[in-house]
């Protein structure tokens, strides 16, 4: 598979919606109806198992044990085993940027540099071009699994993927019918979803989301920087709180490690190269006086990533970054690979590719780590006004609601990097897509289940080890 073509979206529309019908000679809609697993299918444990391999050693027992927290926890760290299984199955051939990992909680709010809360895709790590229906497919099973946990019935999990499913559906034929450029500065403001969201909830639901809202407006640099650091004899540093957070002296246990300290410390510096100019000054205006490993999320721990405390002015002038390790992607070879030599580029390209805004310090950087290894990372401000959904406290209404701005969003964010006329073409106005997708989210949300059955039996026999943390 390769990256879009663009002379694809430069025919006349009419053959851009033919060249959409005659996908479906190759993957008819009814065909995505269903999920069985493939004869050779893999170990889902081993799968999990190599990413493993790749990660910091004594961080790997806490992301098995998020993991097995619940089928959803799982599913959230399962993109690996999910893109494997996608692989064998007919594919539209219609590309875009895929998210890679596209579940309901990577659907959160933004800050956009204008300092307005916007709604969009949050996590790249393991963004690729590939065939659209992959992320599409991902989400769905992704709210199949999150409705279970909520204890809904069949029937409510359908309706949620429905809404879901034709939002996606019915907002790319308004692009395939909107000026390029009218697509390229399409966004979800926040204000306009409250007052969607309003029609669907109860009293009760209604003041949790304004003061989610509200949260995400607070989670700023301030907050994260009084959260996150402490003063101490040689001035502010960030507060150990290991394994969770380490300060990189910690790591260093032998005098001859400093070198391995500046080299991680100049990832500051070949970072900054990747910015546009007028970021490269203001990234100057701060200086960097201190580092720290951090576990995040679910199916990134054990990944490094580490947070790098910058001061300006003086100690209330701060700037906490996030440089992220970007590995390959899970998508890389059931898509053939990518073209990327720095890993961490993927990520941001991907990024700037499907979001409407982005984090003005976005980056990325390599940097010899301490195991000696060459790694790739992409870098970000640490918190700027980012708000996630609590699916777990949704009613039926209300996640259908948010299945809707989820699918909504993803079809803006396919827009840009794909052609919607074709895109809308292979839809079609029926509900046929609609249908086949809730069935597929039914099928693979019950392989799910079976894989996090299959972690907790290989906890339980000691193949791997476990840890709340």
């Known amino acids: 598979?390769?990256?879009?073509?663009?002379?694809?979206?430069?025919?006349?529309?009419?053959?851009?919606?033919?060249h959409g019908r005659e996908a479906r000679r190759r993957a008819p809609r009814s065909s995505h109806g269903w999920?069985?697993?493939?004869?050779?299918?893999?170990?889902?444990?081993?799968?999990?198992?190599?990413?493993?391999?790749?990660?910091?050693?004594?961080?790997?027992?806490?992301?098995?044990?998020?993991?097995?927290?619940?089928?959803?926890?799982?599913?959230?760290?399962?993109?690996?085993?999910?893109?494997?299984?996608?692989?064998?199955?007919?594919?539209?051939?219609?590309?875009?940027?895929?998210?890679?990992?596209?579940?309901?909680?990577?659907?959160?709010?933004?800050?956009?540099?204008?300092?307005?809360?916007?709604?969009d895709i949050n996590d790249f790590d393991e963004t690729l071009p590939g065939p659209f229906e992959w992320d599409v497919k991902r989400l769905a099973a992704g709210f199949v699994t999150a409705a279970r946990a909520n204890g809904f019935s069949r029937k409510q999990q359908n309706s949620t993927?429905?809404?879901?499913?034709?939002?996606?559906?019915?907002?790319?034929?308004?692009?395939?019918?909107?000026?390029?450029?009218?697509?390229?500065?399409?966004?979800?403001?926040?204000?306009?979803?409250?007052?969607?969201?309003?029609?669907?909830?109860?009293?009760?639901?209604?003041?949790?989301?304004?003061?989610?809202?509200?949260?995400?407006?607070?989670?700023?640099?301030?907050?994260?920087y009084a959260k996150l650091t402490e003063m101490t004899d040689q001035?502010?540093?960030?507060?150990?709180?290991?394994?969770?957070?380490?300060?990189?002296?910690?790591?260093?246990?032998?005098?001859s490690e400093e070198g391995r300290e500046k080299q991680l410390r100049g990832l500051v510096d070949q970072y900054a190269q990747t910015l546009p100019s007028e970021r490269r000054h203001l990234l100057r205006r701060y200086r960097l006086v201190d580092m720290a490993r951090k576990v995040v999320g679910v199916?990134?721990?054990g990944t490094r990533c580490w947070i790098l405390l910058l001061l300006g002015r003086d100690d209330d002038d701060p700037l906490l970054l996030q440089a992220k390790e970007a590995g390959e992607s899970v998508l890389s070879a059931p898509t053939g690979g990518d073209r990327y030599d720095n890993q961490g580029r993927r990520v941001v390209t991907g990024q700037r590719?499907?979001?409407?805004?982005?984090?003005?310090?976005?980056?990325?950087?390599?940097?010899?780590?301490?195991?000696?290894?060459?790694?790739?990372?992409?870098?970000?401000?640490?918190?700027?006004?980012?708000?996630?959904?609590?699916?777990?406290?949704?009613?039926?209404?209300?996640?259908d609601l948010f299945g809707r701005l989820c699918g909504a969003s993803l079809a803006r964010a396919h827009a840009r990097s794909g052609d919607p006329i074709a895109l809308a073409a292979y839809l079609g106005t029926s509900d046929r897509f609609d249908r086949a997708l809730t069935e597929?989210?039914?099928?693979?949300?019950?392989?799910?289940?079976?894989?996090?059955?299959?972690l907790e039996a290989a906890r339980r026999s000691g193949r791997i080890r476990a840890e709340q943390r």
């Open 161 to 224: 993927v429905r809404a879901c499913v034709r939002a996606y559906r019915e907002r790319m034929h308004e692009f395939a019918g909107m000026r390029t450029l009218d697509i390229w500065y399409a966004q979800d403001a926040a204000d306009r979803l409250r007052e969607l969201m309003a029609s669907a909830m109860d009293e009760e639901e209604a003041r949790r989301t304004a003061r989610a809202t509200e949260r995400a407006r607070t989670r700023t640099h301030l907050k994260a």
């Open 35 to 119: 999920y069985e697993p493939a004869p050779q299918r893999l170990d889902p444990v081993e799968v999990v198992e190599r990413q493993s391999a790749e990660r910091v050693p004594e961080l790997v027992p806490i992301r098995y044990g998020r993991m097995l927290e619940s089928p959803f926890r799982f599913y959230r760290g399962a993109a690996a085993i999910m893109a494997a299984d996608l692989a064998p199955l007919p594919d539209t051939g219609l590309q875009v940027q895929l998210c890679g990992d596209a579940h309901p909680l990577n659907f959160r709010l933004l800050a956009s540099p204008e300092r307005r809360l916007v709604f």
């Open 353 to 399: 590719l499907m979001q409407t805004t982005s984090d003005i310090f976005l980056g990325w950087t390599s940097v010899v780590g301490l195991d000696g290894q060459d790694r790739d990372f992409y870098v970000r401000q640490l918190w700027d006004w980012k708000g996630i959904a609590q699916t777990e406290t949704m009613g039926p209404d209300l996640l």
């Open 299 to 301: 199916g990134s721990v």
């Open 1 to 18: 598979m390769t990256v879009p073509s663009v002379f694809t979206a430069s025919l006349p529309p009419a053959e851009r919606a033919a």
């Open 235 to 255: 001035g502010r540093r960030i507060t150990p709180d290991p394994p969770l957070i380490t300060p990189l002296d910690q790591l260093l246990d032998d005098p």
């Open 440 to 454: 597929f989210a039914q099928s693979y949300a019950d392989q799910n289940e079976r894989d996090f059955a299959a």
